[in-house]
Every structure is written in structure tokens, then in C-alpha cells.
């Protein structure tokens, strides 16, 4: 399967990172290690030649002269890869370990001075050789001259073996590390690519208006979760376009029967079928009334729409308000003996569209009235909740099914169609309250149980 082009950018990505990052770290390494075991031969060949002074000394002090220095020089040179000079109190030489001064070791040729090996040991350039003051009874008996050169002067054939052999492992880890790498990286860009090219297809067919399709993402990361989201993004798509669909029949339907009622009325009238009178004047009128009802539903929803974007805030008595609008309700909570309470436990003032929470309270507690059963209570409790305040508005009555609850904010959805017809609602009531809610800036949320159901409302205190 081809490799999408978003695929193939973080494979590139991914593969330049972590190629760069190993050639930097394996030179790192490699360098580092360089310098470390340059310093730590170093640091051999000092010990070597302080060893290597305490035989001199101790030589010197018992024979009184140089003359056992050619064999420990000797015997020191045929066990160590190692260049030394030894010179007395005069400055002059008196024996050295090799009369190649200037190569790598390749025999050690122990000798006395001659002529030749004296012009060609006073050319040697003394900063490449440490000094180690030679003394009995702590007077100086001479100097004892060791290397300390350049790396490639220190390291032996040995030596250099093993260097060798260490940076070919530091090549082969690293070359081992970017082949893993280039395999990872490319499983993982299939991986998530994958699943993104499933939704994008999946995004064009819903884009054409084709909701028989979902995403089926393995595992539980971030882009299963996108593709679940998805999954339910198209269900509640294809909930909606069925209650869309459903909406406008029944508002169709809605404007269709007043209309047709009148329509009735006005032939009836025309063929002579009934008079007109007071009551056929009556009789349409109310069917009018049903029509610019209907209308200024609708107007609402538009105007709640609209406040999104011209909410206009002030400071007013909230519980004022609340006392207000529930006697509104009086009547007709009488009629079903309903009793309202009222648990206030936060500051009477609150910063919001006045008119704004006075509709969105009115449309709440209309739905309790209506929903609630028989000789009950309606509970509006007002509460504090972080930067909130909360308006819980309770009623005991039928419940609210919970595949019902994620759609009762949209527009035209009616959990009980025959209810709704009957009591001449549209099931935009819920749909203006949202929009009012979170125009300023709070949230609505509805829990429903077989005893209580529950409007809870989040105002924000902010201005």
C-alpha cells in the first residue's frame, strides 16, 4: 500500500531527527572516548615514569653513578612502548631507550651515546617530553625526560587495535539503531496515516451527504479516540437528519392545519355552507392565533440566535426575578396543585441579559409545570459553584430517556410527539434556552431519573 503524502513528511521527519541525532551522538561518543583514553594512557605513562625514577634514584644511590641506568633503561624499554632520556646534572645525555626519536617505536635499540645519536637526540623538541628531577639525599643527580606527544605518538599497535575496534562497534550500534529506527518510524507513519486516511475518506462521504459509514481504529491512543469521536459524530449526524427530516413535516404540518382551517372557513362561507357571525369570526381568529404563535416561536429561536453575538449584560436582582416569573406560574401550577420551592444560597445580583434569564428560567419552569405530575413540588435551587452560578430547576414527573437527553437542545426534537402536538409546542423551547445560556458563556445540562428530573443551568459571574 502506497505511503500517504502526510506519511511519507513524518517518516522524513522522523528519520532526519533521529539520523542526525545518532551521527551526532556516535562523533560525540567516539571523540570523547578519544580523549578519555588519550588521558588515561597519559596517565599510565606518568605512573611508568615515576616507577621508573625510583629505580634510577635507588640505582644511583647505591652504585654512586649511572652505571646500572643502560640495563634499567633497557629492561624498562623492552616491557613498555615508551621513549626516555636520561641526562645528568651537565645537561648531557647519557642514555636513551630507542634512537628513532621521531617514529613509532618499532625495536627498542638500547646503546651509549655516539656522535650520530647525540646530533640527532639534540634536535628533539623538549615540549614534547615531560621532566622528572632525578635526586639523592635531595640533591639533583640529573633529569629523566618521558614522552608525552601527540596521540598518534602515544598510542601503541595494540592500542590502536583496540581504538579500532571500539569505534567499529560505536559505527555498527549506531548503523543498527538507524536501520531500527527507519523500521519503527515507517510502521508508526503507516500506522497513524492510516487511520487518518480512513477518516479523511470517511469525513468525504459524510461530506456527500452519506452517513453509512463509521471507523474502526484499534487501541486505545489518541487517534482511536479521535476515531470514536468520529463514530459518534456520525451517529448523532444521522439522529439529526432524521428529526430534521421529521421537524419539517411536522412544521409543515403545523402551518398546513390553520391555514387549512381557514381556507375552510372562508369557502364554507363563500358557498353559502355557514353564515358569517361572531363565532365564525371567533373560530379563525383562533386559528390565527395559532399561526402568529407558531411565527413568533420561530422569531424567537432567531432573536435567541442573535443574542450570541449582542448579549447585553447588566447587574439585576436575580432572586427578585426568580419570585417574579414563578408567580407568573401560579395558575396554572395550581390547577395541578404544584407547589414551587425556593432554595436560594448565594448573593441576590448577578451580570446578565435580564430579559435573556428571565426566558431561558421562563422555558424551564413552563416544561416543569407542564411535565410534572399531580400534587408534587417544583425545587429551584440557586447555588455557587466555582465562577457559577447554578440553577437547578427539579420536577417529579416522567423521565427523560437517556438515547433522548444529547438531542433535547436541538431544534424541532420532541421526546413525546403526541404531547407536544396536543399542548401546541414546536420543540424549539429548549433550542432558544440553550442558545441563551451559552451566549453567556455558561452551560445547560439535564439529568433524568424515574423520580426526579433535573434543568441545571451555569451562569458565569463575570462581566
Same mark, same amino acid.
Given at each position: 500500500?502506497?505511503?500517504?503524502?502526510?506519511?511519507?513528511?513524518?517518516?522524513?521527519?522522523?528519520?532526519?531527527?533521529?539520523?542526525?541525532?545518532?551521527?551526532?551522538?556516535?562523533?560525540?561518543?567516539?571523540?570523547?572516548?578519544?580523549?578519555?583514553?588519550?588521558?588515561?594512557?597519559?596517565?599510565?605513562?606518568?605512573?611508568?615514569?615515576?616507577?621508573?625514577?625510583?629505580?634510577?634514584?635507588?640505582?644511583?644511590?647505591?652504585?654512586?653513578?649511572?652505571?646500572?641506568?643502560?640495563?634499567?633503561?633497557?629492561?624498562?624499554?623492552?616491557?613498555?612502548?615508551?621513549?626516555?632520556?636520561?641526562?645528568?646534572?651537565?645537561?648531557?645525555?647519557?642514555?636513551?631507550?630507542?634512537?628513532?626519536?621521531?617514529?613509532?617505536?618499532?625495536?627498542?635499540?638500547?646503546?651509549?651515546?655516539?656522535?650520530?645519536?647525540?646530533?640527532?637526540?639534540?634536535?628533539?623538541?623538549?615540549?614534547?617530553?615531560?621532566?622528572?628531577?632525578?635526586?639523592?639525599?635531595?640533591?639533583?643527580?640529573?633529569?629523566?625526560?618521558?614522552?608525552?606527544?601527540?596521540?598518534?605518538?602515544?598510542?601503541?599497535?595494540?592500542?590502536?587495535?583496540?581504538?579500532?575496534?571500539?569505534?567499529?562497534?560505536?559505527?555498527?550500534?549506531?548503523?543498527?539503531?538507524?536501520?531500527?529506527?527507519?523500521?519503527?518510524?515507517?510502521?508508526?507513519?503507516?500506522?497513524?496515516?492510516?487511520?487518518?486516511?480512513?477518516?479523511?475518506?470517511?469525513?468525504?462521504?459524510?461530506?456527500?451527504?452519506?452517513?453509512?459509514?463509521?471507523?474502526?481504529?484499534?487501541?486505545?491512543?489518541?487517534?482511536?479516540?479521535?476515531?470514536?469521536?468520529?463514530?459518534?459524530?456520525?451517529?448523532?449526524?444521522?439522529?439529526?437528519?432524521?428529526?430534521?427530516?421529521?421537524?419539517?413535516?411536522?412544521?409543515?404540518?403545523?402551518?398546513?392545519?390553520?391555514?387549512?382551517?381557514? *381556507? &375552510?372557513?372562508?369557502?364554507? #362561507?363563500?358557498?353559502? $355552507? =355557514?353564515?358569517?357571525?361572531?363565532?365564525?369570526? !371567533? /373560530?379563525?381568529?383562533?386559528?390565527?392565533?395559532?399561526?402568529?404563535?407558531?411565527?413568533?416561536?420561530?422569531?424567537?429561536?432567531?432573536?435567541?440566535?442573535?443574542?450570541?453575538?449582542?448579549?447585553?449584560?447588566?447587574?439585576?436582582?436575580?432572586?427578585?426575578?426568580?419570585?417574579?416569573?414563578?408567580?407568573?406560574?401560579?395558575?396554572?401550577?395550581?390547577?395541578?396543585?404544584?407547589?414551587?420551592?425556593?432554595?436560594?444560597?448565594?448573593?441576590?445580583?448577578?451580570?446578565?441579559? *435580564? &430579559?435573556?434569564?428571565?426566558? #431561558?428560567?421562563?422555558? $424551564? =419552569?413552563?416544561?416543569?409545570?407542564?411535565?410534572? !405530575? /399531580?400534587?408534587?413540588?417544583?425545587?429551584?435551587?440557586?447555588?455557587?459553584?466555582?465562577?457559577?452560578?447554578?440553577?437547578?430547576?427539579?420536577?417529579?414527573?416522567?423521565?427523560?430517556?437517556?438515547?433522548?437527553?444529547?438531542?433535547?437542545?436541538?431544534?424541532?426534537?420532541?421526546?413525546?410527539?403526541?404531547?407536544?402536538?396536543?399542548?401546541?409546542?414546536?420543540?424549539?423551547?429548549?433550542?432558544?434556552?440553550?442558545?441563551?445560556?451559552?451566549?453567556?458563556?455558561?452551560?445547560?445540562?439535564?439529568?433524568?431519573?424515574?423520580?426526579?428530573?433535573?434543568? =441545571?443551568?451555569?451562569?458565569?459571574?463575570?462581566?
Amino acid at each position: 500500500m502506497k505511503m500517504s503524502k502526510l506519511g511519507f513528511k513524518i517518516f522524513v521527519i522522523i528519520i532526519i531527527v533521529s539520523i542526525g541525532g545518532l551521527l551526532l551522538t556516535s562523533v560525540f561518543i567516539n571523540y570523547r572516548f578519544n580523549f578519555y583514553f588519550k588521558d588515561y594512557l597519559q596517565t599510565i605513562r606518568v605512573n611508568k615514569a615515576k616507577n621508573l625514577q625510583v629505580l634510577l634514584e635507588e640505582s644511583y644511590s647505591k652504585q654512586n653513578d649511572w652505571s646500572e641506568a643502560y640495563n634499567i633503561i633497557g629492561n624498562f624499554a623492552s616491557l613498555n612502548d615508551f621513549r626516555v632520556i636520561l641526562k645528568g646534572t651537565d645537561g648531557d645525555i647519557i642514555t636513551f631507550n630507542t634512537p628513532n626519536m621521531y617514529g613509532r617505536i618499532n625495536q627498542n635499540t638500547m646503546g651509549k651515546m655516539n656522535n650520530q645519536s647525540r646530533s640527532t637526540l639534540s634536535s628533539i623538541n623538549s615540549k614534547d617530553y615531560g621532566t622528572i628531577v632525578l635526586k639523592n639525599n635531595d640533591k639533583k643527580i640529573g633529569e629523566l625526560l618521558w614522552q608525552r606527544s601527540k596521540l598518534g605518538e602515544i598510542f601503541s599497535q595494540t592500542e590502536d587495535i583496540f581504538m579500532s575496534k571500539i569505534n567499529r562497534s560505536i559505527f555498527f550500534a549506531a548503523l543498527i539503531t538507524a536501520l531500527v529506527v527507519i523500521g519503527v518510524t515507517y510502521y508508526f507513519s503507516k500506522y497513524l496515516t492510516n487511520s487518518l486516511n480512513k477518516m479523511n475518506r470517511v469525513a468525504r462521504e459524510v461530506a456527500n451527504g452519506n452517513l453509512k459509514h463509521d471507523i474502526n481504529i484499534k487501541g486505545h491512543d489518541e487517534v482511536a479516540e479521535l476515531g470514536a469521536s468520529f463514530n459518534q459524530m456520525i451517529k448523532k449526524l444521522k439522529y439529526l437528519e432524521k428529526i430534521r427530516n421529521e421537524s419539517a413535516s411536522d412544521l409543515a404540518h403545523e402551518l398546513r392545519t390553520p391555514l387549512s382551517n381557514i *381556507k &375552510n372557513y372562508i369557502e364554507a #362561507i363563500e358557498d353559502g $355552507i =355557514i353564515d358569517w357571525n361572531s363565532q365564525t369570526a !371567533l /373560530e379563525i381568529e383562533e386559528e390565527i392565533e395559532r399561526l402568529i404563535k407558531l411565527i413568533n416561536r420561530l422569531n424567537e429561536l432567531n432573536e435567541a440566535e442573535a443574542k450570541i453575538l449582542s448579549i447585553d449584560r447588566e447587574k439585576f436582582n436575580l432572586k427578585e426575578t426568580i419570585k417574579s416569573i414563578v408567580k407568573n406560574f401560579n395558575v396554572s401550577a395550581q390547577k395541578k396543585n404544584l407547589h414551587f420551592q425556593i432554595n436560594y444560597n448565594v448573593k441576590p445580583s448577578i451580570y446578565g441579559d *435580564k &430579559n435573556a434569564v428571565k426566558q #431561558i428560567l421562563n422555558n $424551564i =419552569i413552563s416544561n416543569a409545570v407542564k411535565y410534572s !405530575l /399531580e400534587n408534587k413540588q417544583i425545587v429551584i435551587d440557586v447555588d455557587n459553584h466555582k465562577n457559577n452560578c447554578v440553577i437547578a430547576i427539579s420536577n417529579m414527573g416522567p423521565k427523560i430517556k437517556n438515547k433522548d437527553i444529547p438531542y433535547l437542545f436541538e431544534r424541532f426534537y420532541r421526546t413525546d410527539k403526541s404531547r407536544e402536538n396536543k399542548d401546541g409546542g414546536l420543540g424549539i423551547g429548549l433550542t432558544i434556552t440553550r442558545n441563551l445560556v451559552e451566549a453567556h458563556g455558561g452551560k445547560i445540562e439535564v439529568k433524568s431519573d424515574d423520580k426526579l428530573t433535573s434543568f =441545571i443551568v451555569y451562569l458565569p459571574y463575570r462581566k
